[in-house]
């Protein structure tokens, strides 16, 4: 079993700086596509934002990273807020922070502490926890299957990341890997439709 730490949900925090504001978000992820998603979405929430400067971490030795300073001075954003990610010790983690410029130039000096402060307050907001790998897979089902979704989520202790409503349904989980034959087996054995996604 391969532990290591995250964040439980999305959190964010305004950090003020000379008229400027710093809108720190910090948020769970399995990959960088979801980090990609989440950028684009925290863009469309700010479009009024002069930089969307980022990091993010993956895999539970972190050996899978990025940051990026988005047009500002280089390593002024992006390595302050990764910084905070190694600080905190969490991987599988997401951290944007959007500025808004107030109309005064802080200098290099002054972009990273404000880098850096948005990033760590928002972690501050949010809940630390020791986790382990997951697994994610697609479920199809019926709706006269559902009851039995939902047992098979707390059965299993699985994390419901998306469900679709159609003709039938689909569900999104992830499974810790310690649970994964177990799970595999059960749903073979209820004749459950599933798939492995990653």
């Known amino acids: 079993m391969e532990l290591f730490k995250t964040v439980k949900y999305e959190s964010e925090y305004l950090f003020k700086e000379r008229a400027s504001k710093f809108i720190g978000f910090i948020f769970p992820i399995q990959s960088e596509e979801e980090f990609k998603i989440k950028l684009q979405e925290i863009k469309e929430m700010h479009p009024g934002c002069n930089h969307h400067c980022y ?12 940051y990026s300073d988005d047009g500002e001075p280089n390593n002024s954003a992006g390595k302050p807020i990764y910084g905070q990610l190694l600080s905190a010790e969490i991987t599988n983690v997401g951290a944007i922070v959007a500025r808004y410029f107030g109309g005064t130039k802080l200098g290099v000096g002054g972009l990273i502490t404000a880098y850096k402060e948005a990033t760590r307050l928002a972690i501050e907001e949010n809940e630390i926890i020791t986790t382990e790998l997951k697994a994610s897979y697609q479920i199809d089902y019926t709706y006269e299957q ?3 979704i939902n047992q098979l989520v707390s059965k299993f202790e699985l994390e419901l990341v998306n469900t679709e409503f159609g003709e039938s349904c689909r569900s999104e989980v992830r499974c810790k890997l310690s649970l994964k034959i177990a799970f595999e087996i059960y749903c073979k054995e209820i004749n459950l439709n599933y798939s492995l996604t990653n």
């Open 55 to 66: 990091a993010f971490r993956l895999e539970p030795d972190g050996r899978t990273y990025r």
């Open 146 to 148: 559902t009851s039995m």
